[in-house]
Each structure stands twice: as structure tokens, then as C-alpha cells.
């Protein structure tokens, strides 16, 4: 897996959360069917990967205790208060955005290698 690969997924992650119409809860509840969740944190850059690790662990906090899968998590966000929504929906896409710098900065190294 690559950084594009997970940049891919963030930002069809970020797309859901911004078009949608629905409430904050289904709005992160839908970004996360993106599987971003599930992208191996050795691959990302060491400064993404506490932000990533930080995101990963509030999401998934109570899916093994529960035996719900990755995709069946709606019990941790519905505990969820608003602010926690948010503070969640805000971490992904400062995320989304950290992950975007990096990969336009790895192509434009790309371009000026082959030119």
C-alpha cells in the first residue's frame, strides 16, 4: 500500500463527510466505510502516524471487546457526544490534508527527477 493509496481513501473520506446532508454522526459513520481505518500505519509518514494511530484508536475503541468488525462500529459513534463527533471529523481532515502536502511534495520530487 502506498500514500496515494491511502490519500485515495481520505479523500473520498473528506467528499462524504462534506456532501453529505445527514447529521454529524452518519456523516462519520459513512466517511469511515472508505476503510482509511484499515491503511497500515508503517507505510504513512512518521508525523501522520500519532494523528493516524489517535483517529484509529477513538474509532475503533470496543470493536474487539464487542466482536464487531471494522465495518460494524455504529456503537462507539453513537456513544459519541457532538463535540467528540466533530473533534473526530476535524482530525480527519486535518489528516486528509497532511497526507495530501505529502503526496503532491513526493510527486513534485517525482516530476523533477524525470525532467
Not at 6 to 20: D, G, I, R, W, Y
Not at 22 to 30: P, V
Not at 45 to 68: D, H, K, N, W, Y
Amino acid at each position: 500500500m502506498s500514500l496515494n493509496y491511502l490519500h485515495q481513501k481520505l479523500s473520498l473520506a473528506v467528499f462524504e463527510m462534506c456532501t453529505s446532508t445527514q447529521g454529524l454522526k452518519e456523516r462519520l459513520r459513512n466517511s469511515l466505510r472508505h476503510s482509511f481505518t484499515a491503511f497500515p500505519e508503517e507505510t504513512l509518514p512518521e508525523e501522520m502516524c500519532e494523528r493516524f494511530s489517535e483517529i484509529r484508536r477513538g474509532l475503533t475503541q470496543g470493536v474487539a471487546r464487542f466482536g464487531f468488525g471494522l465495518e460494524n462500529y455504529p456503537d462507539v459513534i453513537d456513544r459519541m457526544s457532538p463535540s467528540e463527533v466533530r473533534r473526530f471529523l476535524n482530525s480527519i481532515i486535518a489528516l486528509h490534508q497532511c497526507v495530501t502536502e505529502e503526496y503532491y511534495r513526493r510527486r513534485f520530487r517525482q516530476q523533477k527527477e524525470v525532467t
